[in-house]
């Protein structure tokens, strides 16, 4: 579950997982952003007490992770590692055969430094299939008629719509939480009606999506994070 912790001087986006076997509430602060971890019956309102309680904490990791220098690139993808799937962990595992559990990502690789393509491919893969149930559903909501859904794989862009009716999205999307990619879908579609970004654009995107500030923060957040999937 993703969320917003709002501050006076702005948001902090973090994400909610809950864990069976823990009995305290945990904090995590790694490429994705913040995740808190709650026991399994806590309830929501315990995340933002934890969060205002260790709120310098977290500011001062947050603020420390987004300084540190990227010159040498994310180290390479090791098994073990954790990559996002619709906005929670999966741990990287090999097996003979790629397959997504609650835990894990087997990935079908024979060695570590083949993680990095299966991972591409695997994602492309999910990708494909997922944009093609989700931009029908939203474009049936929204009355509208995309000519074409295609992939992309641009480095500065969630998503794109041409004058043609050619809906693109980034594979990486997939590595957000849902609510996020439906809220790009549902941005890329309202372009079929404006193509710009005046107020009655934005008016189509809230009527579908009236969070739509709140997955936009995120990807701002966490976006740069999302875009190196592939350049491990």
Not at 89 to 110: D, F, G, I, K, V
Request: aromatic residues 10%.
């Amino acid at each position: 579950m993703q969320a917003i912790f709002r501050l006076p001087q702005g948001e902090i986006p973090y994400q909610v997982s809950r864990s069976a076997r823990r009995r305290s509430i945990g904090l995590k602060i790694d490429a994705g952003g913040l995740t808190v971890i709650l026991p399994a019956r806590a309830p929501l309102a315990e995340a933002e007490r934890v969060i205002q309680l260790k709120l310098t904490w977290i500011q001062t990791k947050l603020a420390q992770r987004a300084a540190q220098p990227s010159a040498l690139g994310p180290a390479p993808w090791r098994w073990g590692d954790e990559v996002r799937w619709l906005g929670a962990p999966r741990r990287l595992q090999p097996a003979s055969r790629t397959r997504l559990t609650e835990a894990e990502l087997y990935l079908a690789a024979a060695r570590e430094d083949l993680l990095t393509p299966a991972l591409v491919r695997f994602y492309q893969r999910s990708a494909r299939a997922y944009f093609a149930e989700r931009v029908p559903f939203w474009a049936a909501r929204m009355g509208l008629q995309p000519q074409r859904i295609l992939l992309t794989s641009a480095r500065t862009r969630w998503g794109s719509c041409t004058s043609q009716g050619a809906i693109r999205l980034n594979w990486r999307l997939l590595q957000a939480p849902a609510a996020v990619i439906d809220y790009v879908i549902i941005h890329e579609l309202a372009h079929l009606r404006e193509m710009n970004h005046s107020a009655q654009f934005w008016a189509q995107v809230a009527q579908a999506c009236p969070d739509w500030r709140q997955y936009r923060a995120w990807l701002k957040t966490h976006g740069q994070a999302l875009m190196v999937l592939d350049q491990r």
